[in-house]
C-alpha cells in the first residue's frame, strides 16, 4: 500500500522536522573546557502518513541523536518538530507518547529482566491508566497474537525467549497504545540474519494492518531497500540526499550515497570484497570540516567545497545537498 493511500491528514506531514539542530558540550581536555558537539545539523524532513523513511548513515552520524529529539528525550537546541502540524514542544510528554512510540536496536537491554512479558507490554498502558486488570490481560493477549507470539509467553521472563521473541515483545510493547508513528533504531542489528528478515515482514504487515507511519533508522541498506518507501542519507549532522527509494538504489546522486551504495557486500562471491574509494576517515565532529564536511573525503570535490556548505535543494528527483549536483542543474 503506497504512503498517498494510508494518508487521509489533507496533505499535513505525520511528523515534520523543521531546521532541527542539537547540540552537546563535551570536554575536549584536562585544560581546554568543553567544546560544542553538533549532533544534528538544521535538519528539515517531512515524513508523510503510512510513509517508511529509512534515515541512514555511518555510525556517528547523528542519526540515534534525532530519533531521541523525536521522540522528545532530548530537547531540540534550534528548530521545531511538528506532529500533524501542531508543536511537539506544546504538546504533553504522554499526549505524545500515546501517538509516538520506539523500537530500540538491542531487545536484550531493551526489557527488564525482572518481569515477565505480560507486564513489561502491559506497562504502557498502567502509565496511561487504561482499563481494568480483565481489560489489560486480553489486551496484552491479543498484542501477543499480533506479533506472532503464543498468549502463554506472558508468564515467561525476558531471558527465557529468544532474540527474535524478545525483539517481538518490543514491538508489542510498543504497539500496545495503538500509535500513528514507530521510531525505529535500529531494531534488526542485533539479530541473526535469518531472524531479521522475519522481523522485518512483521514489520511491513504490521504497517499494513495498523496504517502505521515509521521512520526506520539503520546503517544497512539492505534492510533499508527491502522496507522504506524513502530513504534520507545522513553525514556528520546533516542531510545530503533524500530520494523514493527505488531511484535511490538505482542512481544515488550524492558521492556519499554512492560510497555508501558500493560498501554493499553481494552474495556473490566472485565479486570479493568491495572497496570504498574514500580519502580519510569519518571526520571529528567536534572540529567538523569547512564548507561540505564530506568534501575531505569526496573524489568530486572543487575548490568551492571547501569553504561553501551546500543547501539541500528539492528537484524533481527528490532533495540533494551538493555543489556539483547544483551547478549540473544550474542551480
Known amino acids: 500500500m503506497s504512503a498517498s493511500a494510508l494518508s487521509d491528514t489533507g496533505g499535513i506531514p505525520a511528523l515534520e522536522l523543521r531546521r532541527v539542530t542539537r547540540d552537546f558540550h563535551v570536554s575536549a581536555g584536562l585544560f581546554a573546557g568543553k567544546r560544542r558537539l553538533r549532533a ?15 534515515l541512514v548513515g555511518e555510525s556517528g552520524c547523528g542519526k540515534s541523536t534525532l530519533s531521541k529529539v523525536l521522540l522528545g528525550l532530548l530537547p531540540a537546541s534550534a528548530g521545531e518538530v511538528l506532529f ?22 538491542d531487545p536484550y537491554s531493551s526489557l527488564n529482566p525482572r518481569r515477565s512479558i505480560g507486564s513489561i507490554i502491559a506497562q504502557p498502558l498502567h502509565v496511561h491508566g487504561f482499563g481494568n486488570r480483565t481489560e489489560i490481560r486480553r489486551r496484552v493477549s491479543d498484542m501477543l497474537d499480533v506479533v506472532g507470539l503464543p498468549s502463554r509467553l506472558a508468564q515467561a521472563s525476558p531471558a527465557q525467549l529468544s532474540g527474535g521473541q524478545r525483539q517481538r515483545v518490543a514491538i508489542a ?40 507511519t515509521y521512520l526506520f533508522i539503520s546503517h544497512n541498506l539492505a534492510v533499508v531497500e527491502h522496507i522504506a518507501t524513502r530513504v ?42 568491495p572497496t570504498v574509494h574514500l580519502g580519510g576517515s569519518f571526520p571529528n565532529p567536534i572540529d567538523p570540516p569547512s564548507g561540505c564536511a564530506f568534501h575531505p573525503r569526496c573524489p568530486h570535490a572543487m575548490p568551492r567545497c571547501a569553504t561553501d556548505a551546500p543547501r539541500l535543494l528539492t528537484d524533481e528527483a527528490g532533495e540533494i545537498a551538493c555543489h556539483l549536483t547544483n551547478m549540473q542543474q544550474g542551480a
Do not use: W
Not at 544534528?40 to 529509512?54: A, F, M, Q
Not at 510493547?173 to 512483521?202: G, H, K, M, W
Not at 527509494?245 to 565479486?271: G, M, V
Open 40 to 54: 544534528v545539523n538544521d535538519v528539515s524532513l517531512s515524513i508523510e502518513t503510512g510513509e517508511v523513511v529509512g
Open 84 to 105: 500533524h502540524g501542531e508543536q511537539m514542544s506544546h504538546q504533553k510528554r504522554r499526549a505524545v507518547a500515546k501517538r509516538i512510540q520506539p523500537i530500540f536496536q
Open 173 to 212: 510493547r510498543a504497539l500496545i497504545l495503538r500509535p500513528e508513528i514507530l521510531i525505529c533504531d535500529e531494531p534488526t542489528s542485533a539479530l541473526d540474519v535469518s531472524v531479521q528478515s522475519q522481523i522485518l515482514n512483521l514489520l511491513l504487515d504490521l504497517r499494513r494492518e495498523f496504517q502505521l
Open 232 to 273: 534520507a542519507v545522513m553525514y556528520l549532522g546533516r542531510l545530503v540526499e533524500v530520494a523514493e527509494t527505488r531511484a535511490f538504489f538505482q542512481a544515488p546522486r550524492h558521492p556519499y550515497s554512492q560510497a555508501l551504495l558500493d560498501s554493499i557486500i553481494t552474495p556473490n562471491p566472485a565479486e570479493g570484497i
